[in-house]
């Protein structure tokens, strides 16, 4: 019998009405997360990435965002469960790291306590021993002197071990699930190396899978498995991490590896921007959603809305493009 | 999420006529009903008392508490006075000092509060310390005590109910100017060697106007308020004048017998006061672009 | 400890003869002191830094928050107090504080909206700086805002809506124009694409290598991220707990880096480098 994936997204549409129009934030995305898996979800802002996680999540106002598709968790619903249920599913299934951690952490309950609440949401916890276990949590995610940390307040916390302190509540509860939304963008960067690391071990160590949305493709090469680049609201791309990286395909990924400042010996030259201006969800074309910014597109771009297909040579590597970069790479994303 | 919806990321071509569009978009019925309660107002004001032959002060000793009938429209009170009249008689007098002194203790107040926020320091310190002082007593109490000193007439009303509102406009514009200091643009404004005078004109001044106005209205229509106080304690304009505040005071002691007394006066106080916010609002709401404002 | 020369020297100098080796902006011994209300006494954010700018050079400052590198620039910006230590501008002493100094140092910060007052359209506030130091009529300095805006790449369509209504990297380079129109000797750059989308990032680190290459104009690039500054400037100074630890041209910190904060802080760039097929890009 065929395992059912940890985390299934079918063809899911998120609108919102605003006062311009309706804005279509997340367009027709499909993803499937297995057991144990780190996905990481890259896009720029507006890209629909945010909205993407906190649909996951079931965050969405569901009286103002107007949502279609599906989204299963261990083959379970989630957009039509209940409140009960979907309780049920948050914190004790699926936990979410927030990017800034000093508003998602309560200002005056110590952090210690705040831990331990997470925790009783498992059964047959006590006061005592959840209290114990916050300490223990908080000596996992490396923060030195538990006991007495537990004690403090968010305040009291550098940027870092507040976020330490975030991850030590999401795995509290033995979550199979931890979406990360831009967990690292508010620390620096030699914290955010810390972190991810951190993150990265926890979720091998207890086999949790991940969900880690970020701007960064540095980021995501390092932390995650594998990769969806998302523009304009769909995946334009998404392959194994290695696959993708070796051979970008769609030409937005191309453009946007180029446009990224490198300091590897001999290629510190200067990034190549790609033109214009990221898309207006109100202003989309019926083609493709690079299209207008696209060095390479033609006439055809501007038609119709490519599908997703799979290369060749690697079928779990998919990329929407009318005209995609010949593979394996040549040369002309290094031509200005 | 919201981030990316509420500012999205490229403006296009067609968003200066959108900005615009909105700028002119039509008026809400709660605008339109504001408008026209004043209008209807100033025009009563003026004409209503010399087309029905209103007076304010005649008494009709047959018609004590009368509720509203064709020869009294709106009843008449304890003495069988008109209570249109009376209201209409009411509203020049409240609307200018009540107007009139919230506008001279907002002139007054903002340059000194944003003063305060921008220099810091020990004008800060001693600006702030004289303001809490003031604001620890009752308004009204301070407005008692000054025209005690200076004699009840319209004018040292005035000055009084002025001198008691300036504390609270020092202190609303300290903070919101403080809340600006540290914004980005402030910085930029100095780090261009913007004189003081042209950063609090063109920076600060403009920037918390919205919230400063706001507060003006609800500070109007305690002005109403105090000077009622003071007529009550017998210290605001000589009597027979009738003001709102009067009127209130005075319909107070009738308010479970005869309630009209009280909700006359009362109405038209709330409506015009609810109305300067619904209107203030709007120019407001024009004088921001959308997405402008306190966006940070 | 830190006297570092400048290699680039006088790449741009097209002015007085003896300017030429004269660094544009030099900092020496800077100390920045604010009191601590908490424990009562003082708090060194910078603690001793010396650096020079050359004429057409662009110096990279990176390190991280709370490192001291705001308040270098701010005591520079005359933001914040200089409690010891000497600014020169083209080798003359010149008092930070001193309003005088304001058109000679142009400045762009990490919030390009956040920067401009939201009342006013770009176009006003761009031309704000030639109303305080130049007068002349108003339609002039829009003209010579307009000229500027051009210049950067904005359009007057663009340069009369209000902040908000423009996409970031539009009012970015707008904020460029504003610290340029009165062609100040040198441009100190705090994180200035640290807010910008990947895409826009490199529009506004190829427009500021232009100004540089081709006006000649003097850069302070201050950044967290030692890749953004790889790319734009000549010489990289590291900053760690208020002191300059490493100092050198790009090329030596970024391939050879000595100092062991140094080295973490290269370690901890994530790079997506490791995983293409090297020679393409």
Sequence with gaps: MPETPLLQIEDLVVEFPTRGGLVRAVDGVSLTLGRGERLGIVGESGSGKSVLGRTVMGLNDRARARISGRVLFEGKDVLGASAQERRELWGRQISMIFQDPLSALHPITPIGAQIAEAVRRLPDVDKAQAAERAVELLDMVGIPDARRRARQRAHEFSGGMRQRALIAMAIACKPKLIIADEPTTALDVTVQAKILDLLDELCTELSIGSVLITHDMGVVAQHTDRVAVMYGGQVV???????????????????????????????????????????????????????????????????????????????????????????????????? | MTTELTAPPAVPSGSRRRGRASRRRSWTWMEILSATWLVLLVFGMFLLPLILHLD??????????????????????????????????????????????????????????TAAAYFGGWVDAVISFVTDVILGFPGLVLALVLTAFLGASKTNV??????????????????????????????????????????????????????????????????????GGLSFLGMGLPLPQPTWGVMINEGRQYLNTDPHLILVPSVFLMLSILSFNVLADRLRADATTDGGGKGA | MTSATSPVGATGSAGSADASDVPVLELVDARVRYRDRQEGGYFEAVRGVSLTVGRGEALGLVGESGCGKSSTIRAILGLAPLSEGRLLIDGVAVDPRDRAVRSRIGAIFQNPAGSFNPRRSLLDSVAEPLRVWRGGSRADRERAALAELDRVGVTELMARRRPHEVSGGQCQRAAIARATVLGPEILICDEPVSALDVSIQAQVLVLLDELRTQAGLAMLFISHDLAVVATLCDRTAVMNAGEIVEVGTTADIADRPQHAYTKLLHDSVPSHLFLTNSGSS
């Design chain 1, 237 to 336: 791309e998404t392959a194994p991490v290695a696959g993708l990286f070796a051979a970008p395909t769609m030409r937005y990924t191309r453009a946007l590896l180029a446009a990224i400042p490198q300091m590897a010996p001999g290629r510190r030259s200067l990034p190549v921007p790609i033109g214009g201006t990221p898309p207006n969800p109100l202003e989309r074309g019926a083609g493709c959603r690079f299209a207008p910014r696209c060095t390479f597109a033609e006439d055809d771009c501007h038609q119709a809305i490519p599908e997703l297909l799979a290369l060749a040579d690697a079928t779990d590597h998919r990329y929407r493009c009318w005209h995609p970069a010949a593979v394996p790479a040549e040369t002309e994303a290094g031509a200005r």
């Design chain 2, 56 to 113: 304010a002060l005649e008494f009709d000793a047959k018609a004590r508490f009368a509720g509203p009938s064709a020869e009294y429209l709106l009843g008449t009170d304890n003495y069988g006075r008109d209570l249109l009249a009376r209201a209409l008689s009411g509203a020049k007098v409240s609307l200018f000092i009540g107007l009139g002194s919230t506008f001279l203790a907002l002139v007054i107040g903002v340059p000194i509060g």
């Design chain 2, 158 to 227: 005035m000055i009084a109910i002025t001198a008691q509102a300036i504390p609270a406009f020092v202190r609303m514009a300290r903070s919101q100017t403080l809340a600006l200091m540290n914004r980005d643009f402030v910085e930029a404004s100095k780090v261009l060697g913007t004189r003081p005078h042209s950063i609090i004109a063109r920076d600060l001044f403009p920037n918390i106007a919205d919230t400063i106005l706001a507060f003006a209205f609800v500070a109007a229509g305690r002005a109403i308020i105090i000077e």
